[in-house]
């Protein structure tokens, strides 16, 4: 198991909630930073379309990439826990996206830490 606090001076908790699309970005600024858990909630079952999480990088367009994807039917929680964390640089980000067509109330925890 990959022991974050060992290895990393700052660990950090972003946490959204909302009611309806989810849209959010991770953009921790001025640093190198690795992703080490998720957790997304929905109230209710949710919608037939996919929650997404897409690398916006930081260098160019061409090398974004599309990290998960989960069809959303019927699904209230995903959980991940990261044996290796995700690396990212500075100027990457990460987007959250999820149509929540149900309208459920939702909220979304990412913890990661930085040097």
Known sequence: MYD?????????????????????TLAPAGERWWVTSLRLHLDAGGAATDFTIIED???????DVLIYTRAMAAVTDIVMALDTPGMFEEGDEL?????NGGGATWGLEIIYASD
């Open 57 to 63: 990088n930081g260098t160019a367009a061409v090398h």
């Open 95 to 99: 987007d959250f996206a999820y149509a």
């Open 4 to 24: 974050v606090t060992a290895r990393h001076s700052q660990v950090r908790t972003q946490r959204w909630t909302g009611v309806g699309a989810i849209a959010v």
